[in-house]
């Protein structure tokens, strides 16, 4: 998509590319798997002091030995880490001596998982794949949805992965997920900025932050709208659904869950 024609900014293509978007229409680029944007985002995985990608170090050993704890994870049991990313998770798993499988969209995470977590925890299988299209089967005792990333997807998608997630855990299996509560705060806003080179590009852009809200379902979106020197412009957008527990609960107990603990 091109912002100038002949010399002209073409005023439709921009106002297009910042109006509200439909909710959870896609964006015209790619995110976590895009080359550029995978490096920027393994790096903010890799920061243990930032919660951008991944939470800080300190929330990752807590919430991995909460949830280690809770579900009695240790040798002999079977764990399934959906969006494990560089498998950060995967890894506080696998010391417990369970057999731990992360899937995730970004090759960039899978190969830093293959190369960094997989040669010391041999009991680790790394798998890039969109978990919208696992097929296991009764395999798993435990599987874990971290960072909010339910919550990134449509409504649609949302019902799919928890059929999916609930055929690949056997009777009895336990589903971990975080989301994001009605409660966070936010508000509707726009924000520009010019950037050297940056997060979305290595060369200058404009960056056009957009912040939407949604009510059915409450959802925050937020759309940047990236522009080059040429004019090429990209627009990615991400959606946070915001819960309420007795529609998160609805949800799973639609989908074959009964609920344990909040
Ligand atoms: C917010 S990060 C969280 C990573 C990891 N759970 C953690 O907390 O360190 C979301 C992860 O989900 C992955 N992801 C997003 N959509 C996906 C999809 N459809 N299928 C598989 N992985 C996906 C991304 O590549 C990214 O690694």
Redesign the pocket.
């Known amino acids: 998509m091109k912002i100038i024609d002949n010399n002209k900014i073409n005023l439709s293509v921009l106002k297009n590319s910042i109006v509200q978007p439909e909710i959870f229409e896609k964006g015209t680029d790619k995110f976590?798997?895009d080359e550029y944007i995978s490096e920027q985002m393994l790096n903010f995985?890799l920061n243990p002091d930032i919660e951008a990608?991944?939470?800080t170090k300190d929330t990752?050993d807590a919430e991995a030995s909460f949830i280690i704890k809770s579900t009695n994870m240790k040798g002999g049991k079977k764990v399934l880490?959906?969006?494990?990313?560089p498998g950060?998770?995967v890894r506080e798993f696998a010391k417990t001596g369970a057999m731990v499988t992360g899937?995730?969209?970004?090759e960039r995470?899978i190969n830093y998982a293959n190369e960094n977590i997989k040669p010391e925890y041999k009991n680790t299988l790394f798998i890039k794949?969109?978990?919208?299209n696992i097929s296991f089967n009764n395999s798993f005792d435990i599987a874990t949805l971290?960072?909010?990333?339910f919550c990134?997807l449509s409504t649609n998608e949302q019902m799919i992965l928890l059929s999916k997630i609930h055929g690949a855990l056997r009777d009895n299996g336990i589903l971990i997920l975080d989301v994001v509560s009605e409660n966070k705060e936010t508000s509707i806003s726009t924000n520009v900025s010019v950037c050297e080179g940056g997060f979305w590009s290595p060369k200058p852009y404009i960056e056009i932050l957009n912040t939407y809200l949604y009510e059915e379902p409450k959802t925050e979106g937020l759309q940047y709208t990236i522009i080059d020197e040429d004019g090429v412009t990209k627009v990615i957008r991400i959606y946070h659904r915001l819960f309420k527990l007795t529609e998160i609960t609805k949800m799973l107990n639609k989908n074959g869950f009964k609920i344990e603990s909040l």
């Open positions: 976590w798997d995985h990608a991944s939470k990752i880490d959906l969006g494990c990313g950060l998770y899937v995730d969209i970004s995470s794949k969109n978990y919208l971290i960072f909010y990333d990134a």
